[in-house]
C-alpha cells in the first residue's frame, strides 16, 4: 500500500467556534493534516471506498464525507468564514481548508475574493498549494476511477492530499469517455450547440434575409447563417479585440458586416434606426440580461431568437450566484440542492424570458431546448401578437412561483440525451 506523505511546514492556529447546526464537532482548520478528524464511514458511498480498496488504498481514511457531484449544499455562518479566512491569511493550502470545513475550494476562492475586495486586501493563492508530491501514477489512475463513479475532484484532492486546481485538471483531460477525439465536455457541447443551430435553421421554413450574431465570437454561426442563406444580411459583433481579429482572418461575403464593438451599442442604434432582423443569436459567455431586454423592437413579426443561459446558470453552489440569478430573473430558492436548482432554474429563465416577450406582444414557440453541461440552449420561432392574446398565451404558460416565472408545457433534454444526434451528422449531410 502506498503511503501519502504529509507537507505541515505551514502552521495555523487552532479556532474553535462551533459549526453550523447539526455538524457535531468544533469547527478548526487544523495544524496539520493528521490533525483533520476522519469522516464518519457510514457517510461514504460504499463504491468510492471500494474503489480506493481496489486500487491499494484501503488504509486512507477519507478527511470529508464521500458522496457524488451536486449534493445538496448547506449556508455558510459568519463564524464558518471568518475560520476559513483566517486560514487563508496564515497561509494554509486552500486544500487543507476545504478538507477541514467540507468545503468545495471553489467556493471558497469566490467568497474570499468577494470579501478582499470589500476589505482591499489583495487576494492571493501563492503559498497556499498543497503541491503534486503525491500525484504518482497509482494515485493518477485511482483519481481516474474516483472521479468516473461521480467523485468531485476537490474531494479526490483531499484524500491524496494534493493541490485540488492539478486534480481537477488531471482527471478531465485523462478520461477517455468524452469521445469524439477525446476532446473536453464543453468542446463538444459547443459542437452540438452549432449542429443544432444548422439542425434548426435548416428545419423551420423561414427565409433570413437580415440576421444579427450578437455575440459573435469567431464567427461560427455567422458562418452557418451565410452557408444556409447566401443571399441573408448579416450584422455579426464581437468585442473582444483578439477574438474579432482571429475572426478577420476568414474571408467574408460582401453581405456579412462585423464590428467590433459591445453590442449593447449596437443594438441601441439599430432600434433607432427601425433595422429589423428575421433571425438574432444571444449567445453569450455568462448572460445576456441586458440585451434580452433590448431586442424586441428588432424583431420582425415572425422571427427565430436563439438564446444561451450561460456562464452564469452554471455554478448554482454558490449562495451569491443565486442571489444574482434572483436579481436578474427574479426566482430564488437557497434550499434546493445543486442539482435539482440545475435541473429547475432553466424553466424559470425562459419564463422570464416569455415574460418580456408577451410584455412586447410576442409569444414563442420552442423549437429546440438543451440542458448542456455549462450552459442551457434555447431556440424560439417568436410570433407578434396584440396584447390581448399575448396576456393569454402567459397565463397559459407561466407559473408563478418561489418569486419568479416558471414555463410549463416545455422538454429540456440534457446533452447526454442528445449526444448521439453528432455522430449522425455526416449521414445528413450537414455543415461543418
Known sequence: MQTIKSNNQLRAPRYTKSLPEGQGTRLVVPRSWEGIEPADITSCDPEFLEILRECGFGNIKPVVPLKRRYTRGRRWTKEEFKVCFAAWQSGISLTRIAAALNRNPQDMIYRLLDYCHEQGIKFTEQGRSEGVENWTPQVANCASKLFAAGLPAWKIATLFRVDFEHVEK??????????????????????????????????????????????????????????????????????????????????????????????????????????????????????????????????????LLFI????????????????????????????????????????????????????????????????????????????????????????????????????EGVNIPRFAEVRQELEQRDQLGLFK
Not at 423561414?206 to 450574431?213: K, N, T
Not at 450552459?375 to 408563478?400: G, P, Q, Y
Request: with cysteine; hydrophobic share 40%.
Open 170 to 303: 488531471q482527471v478531465f483531460i485523462g478520461r477517455d469517455d468524452y469521445g469524439h477525439r477525446k476532446q473536453n465536455p464543453f468542446t463538444i457541447n459547443t459542437k452540438h450547440k452549432y449542429f443544432a443551430n444548422e439542425q434548426v435553421l435548416s428545419s423551420i421554413r423561414l427565409d433570413i434575409s437580415d440576421a444579427l450574431d450578437a455575440f459573435a465570437g469567431e464567427g461560427k454561426t455567422t458562418e452557418i447563417i451565410s452557408h444556409l442563406f447566401p443571399h441573408a444580411c448579416i450584422l455579426a459583433t464581437e468585442s473582444d479585440a483578439k477574438t474579432f481579429s482571429v475572426a478577420q482572418e476568414k474571408k467574408w461575403g460582401r453581405k456579412i458586416t462585423w464590428l467590433c464593438e459591445d453590442n449593447l451599442s449596437v443594438i441601441q442604434r439599430c432600434a433607432e434606426s427601425g433595422r429589423q432582423f428575421d433571425l438574432i443569436d444571444l449567445d453569450p459567455f455568462v448572460t445576456c440580461y441586458k440585451q434580452l431586454n433590448l431586442i424586441w423592437p428588432l424583431l420582425r413579426p415572425s422571427a
Open 308 to 407: 444561451t443561459f450561460g456562464g452564469e446558470y452554471r455554478r448554482s453552489f454558490i449562495a451569491s450566484n443565486r442571489k444574482a440569478i434572483a436579481t436578474r430573473y427574479s426566482f430564488y430558492n437557497a434550499d434546493l440542492g445543486n442539482s435539482d436548482y440545475l435541473e429547475i432554474v432553466p424553466f424559470f429563465f425562459l419564463g422570464w424570458v416569455a415574460t418580456l416577450a408577451g410584455q412586447n406582444s410576442f409569444t414563442f414557440t420552442v423549437a429546440r431546448a438543451i440542458r448542456y453541461a455549462n450552459t442551457c440552449r434555447f431556440w424560439l420561432r417568436v410570433n407578434a401578437t396584440d396584447k390581448r392574446k399575448a396576456n393569454h398565451w402567459m397565463a397559459e404558460h407561466i407559473i408563478s412561483e418561489d418569486g419568479g416565472h416558471r414555463f
